[in-house]
């Protein structure tokens, strides 16, 4: 059984989450502008909202398989990592629409970045951001992401279908 070892200091799981909401804000504002106001703040909102659904379903008790940062209790930086999530969604969504990703080639995509998100949550371990527990892996997070990821592709089709019509 692998024993979890928290550090309580201010470092590197905090810093690489301040990093990461910095750079990923960063790189939203230096994008192009494709998206009406309301539009990219739900898109922003997307990646908040998921990363706050599965990582309170995930790591809470009673089956509690991750903490997140420093222990198992609720801090600032747990805050702060689910809106670190904001900036990838957009992302996501940004380059979906950029490249005018055609819905037979939308697995591909999902696939793509269902990787890059395992990638990147492997970083976030690396750096204690995640600490998993009975088991869980990152292989079960893969399948989250597949399948969150395809939501995302079924919803940017209904707000470009209906998002800024008036009833």
Request: hydrophobic share 50%.
């Amino acid at each position: 059984m692998k024993i979890n070892h928290y550090d309580n200091h201010f470092n590197a799981n905090e810093w690489f989450v301040i990093i990461s909401i910095v750079v990923g804000i960063l790189v939203v504002l230096m994008l192009p502008k494709r998206f009406p106001k309301k539009t990219s703040a739900i898109y922003l909102l997307c990646g908040v909202f998921i990363g706050f659904f599965f990582d309170h379903t995930l790591s809470v008790l009673p089956v509690s398989f991750y903490d997140l940062n420093d222990s198992s209790r609720v801090e600032l930086t747990d805050f702060l990592s689910h809106v670190m999530y904001g900036p990838y969604s957009y992302i996501f969504f940004y380059l979906y629409d950029r490249f005018k990703i055609k819905p037979r080639f939308s697995l591909v995509y999902i696939l793509a970045w269902a990787f890059i998100s395992a990638g990147l949550e492997k970083l976030f371990s690396h750096f204690g951001v995640f600490h998993y527990r009975h088991g869980y892996n990152l292989y079960f997070s893969f399948i989250i992401y597949l399948f969150v990821q395809s939501m995302w592709v079924a919803f940017y089709y209904v707000i470009e279908t209906y998002g800024e019509r008036k009833f």
